[in-house]
């Protein structure tokens, strides 16, 4: 296949860099609205197997491109190179399908961020997965993310109408945006620990999964019978199972989740989410290692801030080379003796 020029004015990024996932495309899709910059993206997804757009990937481009009139090629799926040219974000009522249990949670913040700078609010539902691995499940954004947008100053109401887990989907989440002029966040310190607790869901499986998984993270966190909640989802939202811990804080809350599936133990699964949420209760960094990459792109739109993190994942590079790339701005991300310090 010929390649297609690429125009002077027109940014590249290799899609390789950093994790080489899907989080390069979507925080490009998002700052390529919010700047008014086109960009040319190639070795999509080159580090995962199959590369390429697949179906959630292409559910965010489609998006994008819907709310900001864009014209864009090599948006089908398996694509390694997409073009993709913004016009001016367009406020309104959107729904997107996904059309599989592809993560709604990241095709909602792919058009979140251009959404907040529109000239009025817009109304967002997303149907696929709500709790599905390699994504924030909706609890994630309810608590963590979102909580932070709003010291930003941003006004974003979200509601789960229904829960979607892998392989079925048919999730739902809607999203009230209001137009915001973000302010820069400045967060290095948690506060006073407020409270804690973990959520064990299943749908269309048997109660004592949960039950289970609640047992083992109680003995390995050391917390009470009060703080651990079995919820039972409709049949007809299954077969499904996920953990969620949440550490709430003052200023921060972290929520950390495990994702049920075919031939892993329910013990072995709330082992390894109880071990992260311990390791995270002994860290004394407010910003958690999958809350750091997302808050690069609403913090650059604010014209700056900076945080302090526990680790600096492959995710946290993507995203500061694309902010980099699109803005100018420089990331820095240096050791810091509470973990490291991130600084735009």
């Known amino acids: 296949m010929p390649q297609t020029p690429v125009p002077l004015a027109m940014l590249v990024l290799d899609g390789s860099h950093g994790e080489g996932g899907g989080q390069i495309l979507r925080s490009s899709l998002s700052l390529a609205i919010c700047t008014q910059q086109a960009f040319r993206i190639e070795n999509l997804r080159a580090n995962r197997k199959p590369p390429g757009l697949q179906r959630q990937h292409l559910a965010a481009v489609r998006a994008a491109t819907q709310i900001s009139d864009a014209e864009v090629s090599g948006d089908e799926i398996g694509s390694q190179t997409l073009v993709f040219k913004p016009g001016k974000v367009r406020p309104g009522s959107y729904t997107f399908a996904i059309g599989t249990a592809g993560s709604a949670t990241l095709v909602l913040q792919t058009v979140l961020p251009p959404l907040l700078s529109a000239q009025r609010p817009s109304t967002v539902r997303v149907t696929g997965g709500t709790h599905n691995r390699g994504a924030p499940p909706f609890d994630f954004l309810a608590r963590t993310f979102v909580p932070q947008l709003a010291r930003m100053g941003a006004q974003v109401e979200l509601e789960l109408l229904a829960y979607g887990f892998y392989p079925r989907g048919g999730g739902e989440i809607r999203a009230e945006i209001q137009p915001a002029a973000l302010q820069p966040l400045h967060l290095h310190e948690r506060g006073e620990l407020r409270r804690g607790y973990a959520d064990a869901y299943v749908a269309g499986l048997p109660m004592h999964i949960a039950e289970r998984e609640l047992k083992v993270i109680g003995r390995v966190l050391g917390w009470s019978q009060d703080r651990l909640n079995v919820?039972?989802?409709?049949?007809?939202?299954?077969?499904?199972?996920?953990?969620?811990?949440?550490?709430?804080?003052?200023?921060?809350?972290?929520?950390?989740?495990?994702?049920?599936?075919?031939?892993?133990?329910?013990?072995?699964?709330?082992?390894?989410?109880?071990?992260?949420?311990?390791?995270?209760?002994?860290?004394?960094?407010?910003?958690?290692?999958?809350?750091?990459?997302?808050?690069?792109?609403?913090?650059?739109?604010?014209?700056?801030?900076?945080?302090?993190?526990?680790?600096?994942?492959?995710?946290?590079?993507?995203?500061?080379?694309?902010?980099?790339?699109?803005?100018?701005?420089?990331?820095r991300i240096e050791p810091h003796q509470e973990g490291f310090r991130v600084e735009c």
């Open 231 to 331: 919820r039972v989802l409709p049949n007809d939202m299954g077969p499904g199972n996920a953990v969620t811990i949440t550490i709430e804080y003052e200023h921060v809350a972290e929520v950390i989740t495990g994702f049920g599936e075919r031939g892993v133990r329910a013990e072995t699964l709330a082992q390894a989410a109880a071990l992260e949420a311990r390791e995270y209760l002994r860290a004394r960094a407010p910003v958690g290692a999958h809350l750091a990459d997302q808050l690069l792109v609403p913090m650059t739109l604010a014209g700056g801030g900076s945080f302090t993190t526990t680790a600096v994942t492959p995710h946290l590079e993507s995203n500061a080379l694309v902010v980099e790339t699109f803005t100018g701005r420089r990331i």
